[in-house]
């Protein structure tokens, strides 16, 4: 059925995909396609067997045909999407028909393929698909400080050297240079890498490991780059870092003197340009008044209010600016037969009165130190040029890389591009059928870990909640001085390291403490364990922790009396507390709380719930304290 032309290269994948199809020959000629070039595969031969598998591991796409038995395709499509299953799934059927891709699609799937299908396209697809999925902006390369990893012509390199690697080693490298953070077991990358007709035993993955390290270490790397999770399985070691030197400070004036000389000199250029804009409104005035307003006019006035709203303000005039943004509401709300033509002009005249006025100070005359030395590309969206101009001569005295587009189409193609680490993006563009909530939408789905800074002169509730449900990372209201633009996209690129948690818990039982200790060091978390609750003030004032956990069924003294003993004291009233315990009934549950508990963790222990509730308290505990102008770990007097 297929035919793969001899020679072809296919980059190594450490990608899993399932295949649900009832016709064994289809099936088997379908998985030796993918496994030849170098995907892991597994096979079921109806919906129901599919959806175990589904629920019981981890792909990276999912091809159903449509007509198998059991559990059709596009039902299983749906019940997947109903119960949040976000992975990409591609149809494959005979059915061609245009109701037949409405209902496929309508059903949650991302792609349609039919029935005889050209091996080339199939792959094609899937490639797209998983690119489109992938957590992490597209990238051609994956680094580990000097160590480089190309998935496209599966060529790995150490100081430009090639380095070669066996098909499962380039597999395992790929596993962990994708999953920076996370810890992988023995199980879990058998689970990853290997089909389910060839799963080895555990053993085979360390040996793997052990073959790939010594070949790391033969081609001149000394660090090692996936070390051992003790009692947890494996993950990629922090990079070795390389440090920039500092520029001298007669380096730091001059790029300073040379960006404050650049805005100033966009300030002048684009002050008189401004002249030109309210002309426009001017002649819309003129048509109102002679009753020949044409809507082609009427589009190009609402334009030019919409640019001046958000330009005005970076140029000394703030008043005029919010003037502005009064008439682009007034016009976008109205039509050349409805508009109300006194209260035009009477913004508009009060628009020249304001603009005739010296200008305030400008974003040149208060021009910040620059904060940052490296040379991040931030992505302008917004199609108001003397803004972008404005922000260009900023960016440069902070050595950031600033490109502007000035309209979605050309976004998309630049995000691909120049992956950008932060993205300044405007909601209005008048003269597009989408506006920015709609890039926004797709750079979530498509990039989720990328920042994303609404920047825009709508200020409604309603604009701000959804750009919240999209993931912006802030929500920035024109006019604003440039300075505090430039300052958001800092706070972005720069994040301040948290500082190692420190946790204290207590609990007879040696084994858990253990437990707890080994599930949560991966995390950044630093417990102390107490077996002695008679101990447990000396304890509590000795590590001051940022979080406590308290075990309930102790010999001597129950979590919640030690619960109740932290509460009394108000200098441990913000140190957040989680119970271990077996009990969950509602008078349990509410007894906790009137303790003074924060949360419980119920036992036996399971792994998903306790990071979960763990790293959640820790991190509400941070906000709360920030709020407070506190710091952790609590300083408190023993």
Known sequence: MFLVPEGWGFPISSMKILVVE???????????????????????QDGRAGLTLTETYEYDLLLLDVLVPELDGISLCRKLRDRGYQKPILLLTAKDSRTDRITGLDAGADDYVVK???LSELLARIRALLRRSQETRPTPTLSWGELCFNPISSEVTYRQQAIALTPKEYSLLELFLRSPQRVFSRSAILDRLWSLGASPAESAVTTHIKDLRQKLRASGLRAEVIETVYGLGYRLATAPSTT?????????????????ESLRQVI?????????????????????????????????????????????????????????????????????????????????????????????ATVADHFPQPQAEAQPKVLLIDDDVALAEAL????????????????????????????????????????????????L?????????????????????????????LGAQGFLSKPIPTDQVIQAVLRLLTPQPADEARILAVDNNLHTLQTLAELLRPWGVKVFTLDDPQNFWQGLTSTLPDLLILAQEMTEIGG???????????RWGNLPILVMTSQTDSAFVRALFRAGADD??????????????????????RSRLAAKGLSAPFSVSP
């Open 268 to 360: 002048e250029r684009f002050r008189h340009s401004f002249g030109d804009q309210v002309a426009v409104l001017e002649q819309m005035q003129e048509a109102l008044q002679a009753g020949t307003l044409a809507a082609d006019l009427y589009q190009q006035a609402y334009h030019e209010a919409h640019k001046l709203a958000g330009s005005l303000g970076m140029f000394g005039y703030p008043a005029a600016s919010k003037t502005a943004r009064e008439i682009e509401h007034l016009l976008v709300g109205s039509s050349p037969e409805q508009l109300d033509a006194k209260l035009f002009s009477a913004l508009l005249q009060r628009l020249q009165t304001e603009m005739a006025q010296p200008p305030e």
């Open 392 to 439: 260009r001569s900023a960016a440069i005295a902070h050595r950031l890389e600033l490109q502007v587009v000035t309209d979605l189409s050309a976004a998309r193609q630049v995000l691909i591009q120049c992956s950008p680490e932060v993205v300044l993006l405007d909601l209005n563009f008048p003269e597009e059928e989408e506006g920015g909530m709609a890039l």
């Open 22 to 44: 009832d016709d064994e020959l289809t099936g088997l000629a379908l998985s030796q396609a993918l496994t030849y070039h170098h995907y892991t595969v597994d096979v079921a």
């Open 116 to 118: 005889p299908y050209d």
């Open 244 to 260: 920039m030197p500092e520029p001298k400070a007669q380096e730091k004036a001059a790029r300073l003197a040379q960006g404050i």
């Open 600 to 621: 419980f963790i119920r036992t036996p222990i399971l792994e998903p719930e306790l990071i979960t509730r763990v790293l959640c308290r820790l991190e509400r505990g």
């Open 560 to 570: 919640l009396e030690l619960c109740q003993v932290v509460r009394q004291d108000w």
């Open 441 to 469: 939408a797709e750079i979530r789905q498509q990039m989720p870990k990328l920042p994303v800074l609404v920047f825009t002169g709508r200020d409604s509730l309603s604009d701000r909640l959804e750009a919240s449900r």
